[in-house]
Structures are given as structure tokens and as C-alpha cells.
């Protein structure tokens, strides 16, 4: 692991999926590693009540009905859409219950405006197809098909990113449960062995941009995954990615509690205002998810570890949440300068601690960037 730069998560916890499959005697479908109890456990952690000779870690942090429900889904013939906010942990959950079910989440398409049909479906080696001919062995499997051949998980990010064209070509896979090959004039259908699905994510902010027809919603079963707001719960999220970076970059550094207090009231605080917001121009750009908040932070520790004192500061902190957040000149920058005179400003004053300190970090960031 020390060799990847981000560990697919079969690999990150394969000692964890060991010991789990060596001691699950639960009935599983088809050729699944682990049983759905036990997936269920991988993903959200074990408690006293499992009785397990060893804790399991909690991996994603939300509603157990919603990983049970994408369970079940995986287990029938339809594929699974995670639908949802950008960062509440849709694609995290995909390649935990793809790594759960079959120890392999890489069979990944990413879909774009540039996805073509043959992403998701075959392409051809061309040299090989000058020297011999089309063939089986001079086919390219995308990650789907291959997915199909070897009965496992595949994925799809970013469903509605990708063209209709494309979008169209999986309901046939999805209905179907197999790919034909006409260049080929034997051997031309490949066909999906037990245990195939596909578990796909979309933006719930990308609605409208290539929406899904009927025909292909009706192939998938939705599972929307809501926006975190629940202040423990986002705090555990945070803290368990922080801890991760902290072990990947090999820092030993503390995060105090005060700040990482700090870090979730003003995210908070900005949700409340672009809630209560009249228009697109009165809000940050930013969706101001869990996954932001944790790139800010990231970014405080890097910088403080690396041009600081090895220590994370509420100054730090604020100039790392100003430069993350304000993307748009000068829109974003005034939302924010508003946001510290209205807001921080008071706080500071009457409650003191670290809020002084992140509004002089705050606007000194402001001044540098306006």
C-alpha cells in the first residue's frame, strides 16, 4: 500500500475483508464474497451487539436503510443509482459495496461529455487487427464488459455526464445481460455471468444536462444519499478522512477540537445563508459539502506542516477556507468578506477562543486575493 498513491478499497482494508469472509457463514447470492449482513457490517462498522472477536472501522457515515437498500438492489437484476449532492460520499459507497461484494472496485467508467459507446462496451487493438484480423483476441473490453465476463461489480461515475447515445447503449446491457459483436461472425455475444450489476453515480446538481430517459430509469432502482447535517455525524466524517491523511502523509499532528469546531459552524453558517439566500449571485459557487470541508482542512494541515509551525491555526484554517471557497471575483470574495463582518465579526467578540484569530486570518486573506 505504501507504494499506491490512493489504495482502491479491496486493497486498503483487504485484512479486514479477510478475516470477514473467513468467519461468514450467511447465506450470499451468486459468487459474492460476503454475505449482505456482513457487507453491511464492512461498510458501517461493527458494534458490541455483533459479536465479532475484533472491531471493524466504520468506513461511510449515513442512514443504514440506505446501505441495506443498495445491498438488496445489487442482489436483484437491476443496477443500482446512487443519487445525491456532490460530496455526500456516493462514489466512497460505490467502491465499498463493490469491494465487499466481489474485491474489485476498479472497473470503473468515468462519464463525460468525451464518453463514447465504446467505453462501456468493446474497441479494437488496431494493430492486431491489421496483422490478423478482428478476433476476440484482438477486442479491448471496456470495464463493463469485462465486469459482465467475470460476473462482478462494475461502475459508472457521473451517469448524466455522459450522452444519450451512451446512456442508451447500457439499457441494453442492463436489460439484456449481454453485448453483441457483429464485427464478429462467431463467438460474437458475450454474456454476463451471475453476480453482474452496475452501480452508477449521478449529480443531483447536473439535472438537465443529459437527463436519464424512461426506459433507463426503469433499469435502475434510485437511492438517493442526502446532504449531511447532522453536526456529530459530519464531525465524524471529517475526522475519520483527516486521520487518513494524516497516516498517508505521515504527519503527526493533532487536530485541536476548538478548530475543527470552528471549521463546521462556518460551513454551517454558509449553508443557512445560501439557503436564505434570493438568488444564484447571492451564493457561493461552492456546494459547500462534507467533501469541501475536508479539502479545506486538508489543506490547513498541509500548509501548517509544511511553511508553518507543524501545527494547524485558526489563521491557517480561515486562509485555507477564503482560497478554497471564493471562485468566482469578486462574487465569492464579497459573500465571504459579508460573512466574516456579519457573522464572525460578533462571534468573535462575544465568545473569543479562536474566532479572533479566524476573522484576522480571514481577511487578511481576503485583502491578499481582491
Not at 487487427?129 to 477486442?139: D, P, W
Not at 483527516?242 to 502523509?249: D, G, S, V
Not at 449553508?271 to 439566500?277: G, M
Request: contains cysteine; negative net charge; glycine residues 6%.
Amino acid at each position: 500500500m505504501s507504494d499506491l498513491l490512493r489504495a482502491p478499497a479491496e486493497i486498503k482494508y483487504a485484512e479486514e475483508l479477510d478475516w470477514l469472509e473467513s468467519v461468514d457463514d450467511n447465506p450470499k447470492p451468486f459468487s459474492w464474497r460476503l454475505s449482505p449482513k456482513m457487507i453491511r457490517l464492512f461498510i458501517l462498522g461493527s458494534e458490541r451487539a455483533d459479536g465479532l472477536d475484533r472491531e471493524i472501522s466504520q468506513k461511510w457515515f449515513g442512514d443504514r436503510s440506505i446501505v441495506e437498500r443498495a445491498i438488496v438492489t445489487l442482489a436483484s437484476d437491476r443496477g443500482l443509482l446512487l443519487i445525491g449532492d456532490p460530496g455526500t460520499g456516493k462514489s466512497w459507497l460505490a467502491e465499498l459495496l463493490a469491494a465487499a461484494v466481489c474485491r474489485n472496485s476498479t472497473l470503473v467508467v468515468q462519464g463525460t461529455a468525451g464518453t463514447t459507446e465504446d467505453h462501456i462496451k468493446y474497441s479494437w487493438n488496431v494493430s492486431m487487427v491489421i496483422a490478423k484480423g478482428q478476433s476476440r483476441e484482438s477486442m479491448i473490453p471496456s470495464p463493463i464488459m469485462t465486469a459482465m465476463e467475470t460476473g462482478v461489480i462494475g461502475r459508472f461515475e457521473e451517469l448524466t455526464r455522459s450522452t444519450s447515445d451512451v446512456q442508451d447503449a447500457l439499457i441494453s446491457i442492463l436489460s439484456e445481460k449481454y453485448i453483441s459483436v457483429p464485427e464478429l461472425d462467431s463467438d460474437n455475444i458475450v454474456f454476463a455471468k451471475p453476480g453482474f450489476s452496475v452501480i452508477a453515480t449521478a449529480n443531483s446538481r447536473d439535472r438537465g444536462v443529459n437527463d436519464l430517459s424512461s426506459a433507463l430509469k426503469r433499469r435502475f432502482n434510485f437511492v438517493r444519499i442526502p446532504v449531511v447535517t447532522n453536526k456529530k455525524s459530519e464531525a465524524e466524517i471529517v475526522r475519520f478522512r483527516t486521520e487518513e491523511l494524516l497516516r498517508r502523509h505521515r504527519i503527526e499532528l493533532d487536530v485541536p477540537p476548538t478548530l475543527l469546531d470552528v471549521l463546521l459552524q462556518s460551513f454551517a453558517d454558509l449553508r443557512a445563508s445560501a439557503a436564505a439566500a434570493g438568488s444564484d449571485d447571492e451564493k457561493l459557487e461552492s456546494a459547500l459539502s462534507t467533501a469541501e470541508q475536508i479539502g479545506v482542512l486538508e489543506d490547513a494541515i498541509l500548509h501548517g506542516n509544511f511553511f508553518g509551525e507543524r501545527t494547524l491555526t485558526a489563521r491557517t484554517l480561515a486562509s485555507s477556507l477564503v482560497g478554497s471557497l471564493a471562485r468566482r471575483e469578486p462574487e465569492d470574495l464579497a459573500i465571504l468578506n459579508k460573512y466574516l463582518h456579519g457573522v464572525v465579526e460578533p462571534r468573535s467578540k462575544e465568545e473569543g477562543g479562536s474566532w479572533p484569530e479566524f476573522l484576522e486570518g480571514g481577511r487578511d486573506t481576503i485583502a491578499t486575493l481582491s
